[in-house]
């Protein structure tokens, strides 16, 4: 269909207020320079060293938000690059992050990557520690909490997936008002129909955009 016609058919379908972001990996950067041209504007990232390539040709033109786990000794190079970390886990790893972006005088804006559906060999945090990882990034000087990014089991039918994404809403409820969060994190090419209807803010789309990897 084309990259241009992909994104107008998506943006029929989900709601003006809810932001498309591009998964971008193993996208060349003229794949991307033509979902930009088709009015995406944030490009999502899962890997620090395959962005960073990215970045030096694309710069500005895009935001950048990590969407892929991101390991400690990653931290320096990836405040350096992203707009926003979606991915972050664990205390430590936003403890790292906050040290790394005090050098460069940075305010990073956060989300905590949830692992809704327990899987094993998944990242992201379990739902029951969301809320203590919340409270520590809200002691972090450089960190700014912005929401919750959930990665849901994937289900050949996505209309399975819909537990998971209203557990997260609920999550994200939960924590809403404590922590002023405004972004919800999810659904992908197959499920992003039935994470908006469950709440999402945010979808992130990589092979509707863009075709098979
Ligand atoms: C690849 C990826 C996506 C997009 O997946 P598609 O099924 O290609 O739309 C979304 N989120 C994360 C974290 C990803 O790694």
Sequence with gaps: MGIKNSIREIKKQVPKGIEIIAATKKRTTEE??????????????????EAEEKFSLLGKKA?????????????????????????????????????QCSKIKKLMPVLIEVNIGKEKNKSGCLPEDVERIAHKISTLKNLRLRGIM???????????????????R????????????DILSMGMSGSYKIAVEEGATMVRIGTAIFGNR
Excluded at 73 to 85: E, G
Excluded at 150 to 168: G, I, L, N, Q
């Design 170 to 181: 609920q999550l994200f409820d939960r924590l809403k008002s404590a922590y002023h969060l």
């Design 32 to 49: 991307i320079m033509q979902a930009l041209k088709a009015g995406i504007s944030v490009i999502g990232e899962n890997y620090v060293q």
């Design 150 to 168: 959930a990665m849901a089991p994937y289900f050949r039918s996505p209309e399975k997936a819909r537990p998971y994404f209203r557990k997260a």
């Design 63 to 99: 935001r950048f938000h990590l969407i892929g786990h991101l390991q400690t000794n990653k931290a320096k190079k990836a405040v350096s690059i992203f707009d926003m970390i979606q991915t972050v886990d664990s205390e430590k790893l936003a403890m790292e992050i906050d040290k």
